[in-house]
Nanobody
Framework: QVYLTESGGGLVPAGGSLRLSCAFTGRSFSDYNMAWFRQAPGTEREFVAAIAWSGGTTKYTNSVEDRFTISRDSAAAAVYLQMTRLKPEDTAVYYC???????????????????WGQGTQVTVSS
């Protein structure tokens, strides 16, 4: 069983920055592709960013591509989302997700990920 625990959310003014962290336990971290999704009230969960098991391949949704950076640390068994130039429309609960597999293709569909964290709230004030 994989366990994911997010942290780092909070309230930030527009234009500010936050760094989300996701701690991975239960299995070998290097065997998993990782991703971040988000869900705002009344909307479906949407893809934000993903990173392959090796860290060599990343993918972003268009609205964050020049503002957010996903990274992973094998020694810490953690994945991070550095968010800069935050906008009110980035307000959502952010979820960490994991998918087993050592391939360099990254997936952006909710259904592709079997393991999820409990989420961390990010609120950007205007």
């Amino acid at each position: 069983q994989v366990y994911l625990t997010e942290s780092g959310g909070g309230l930030v003014p527009a234009g500010g920055s936050l760094r989300l962290s996701c701690a991975f336990t239960g299995r070998s971290f290097s065997d998993y592709n990782m991703a971040w999704f988000r869900q705002a009230p009344g909307t479906e969960r949407e893809f934000v960013a993903a990173i392959a098991w090796s860290g060599g391949t990343t993918k972003y949704t268009n609205s964050v591509e020049d503002r957010f950076t996903i990274s992973r640390d094998s020694a810490a068994a953690a994945v991070y989302l550095q968010m800069t130039r935050l906008k009110p429309e980035d307000t959502a609960v952010y979820y960490c997700a994991a998918r087993v597999g050592t391939f360099n293709y990254v997936f952006d569909a909710v259904a592709a990920y079997a393991y999820w964290g409990q989420g961390t709230q990010v609120t950007v004030s205007s």
